[in-house]
């Protein structure tokens, strides 16, 4: 059910790519009960120019390597949840790619269950 949506600065290589979707992947399996195989995700690069994020904003000192992950999903999932999502995705990014935590930036959008249609023009949880 999620969609993610993931903003990388330009020069990823194609197994950094993919290793950032497979950490976000695991960290929604694993905090956010995410079903397996529910995994739809768009991971685009951006040059200096198309990529904007703050580089001081509430105090967080972020580099030109700061990465946007943005997740759709439905409603109703506690604050307990969502933090430990958020800890599970900037620690394995530090750990499998050595991207330091204060670039991670990651919002996630909450829906009601009726706005998906997975394919065939259904809504498949109306």
């Not at 990529?51 to 999903?73: C, H, K, M």
């Not at 506690?78 to 933090?83: D, E, G, P, Y």
């Not at 204060?102 to 249609?117: A, C, G, R, T």
């Amino acid at each position: 059910m999620p969609f993610v949506r993931i903003d990388l600065p330009r020069g990823q290589s194609p197994d950094d790519r993919r290793a950032v979707g497979d950490i976000v992947y695991e960290a929604m399996r694993a905090t956010l009960n995410v079903p397996e195989n529910d995994r739809f995700q768009v991971i685009a690069e951006h040059g200096p120019d198309g990529l904007i994020i703050d580089p001081t904003y509430l105090g967080i000192e972020r580099s030109a390597e700061a990465i946007a992950i943005q997740v759709t999903l439905n409603a109703g999932r506690s604050v307990a949840l969502k933090t430990a999502f958020y800890r599970a995705v900037a620690d394995g990014l530090h750990a499998r790619l050595g991207l330091r935590r204060e670039d991670v930036f990651i919002s996630l959008v909450e829906v009601p269950k009726e706005n998906w249609s997975f394919g065939n023009g259904d809504a498949q949880y109306a």
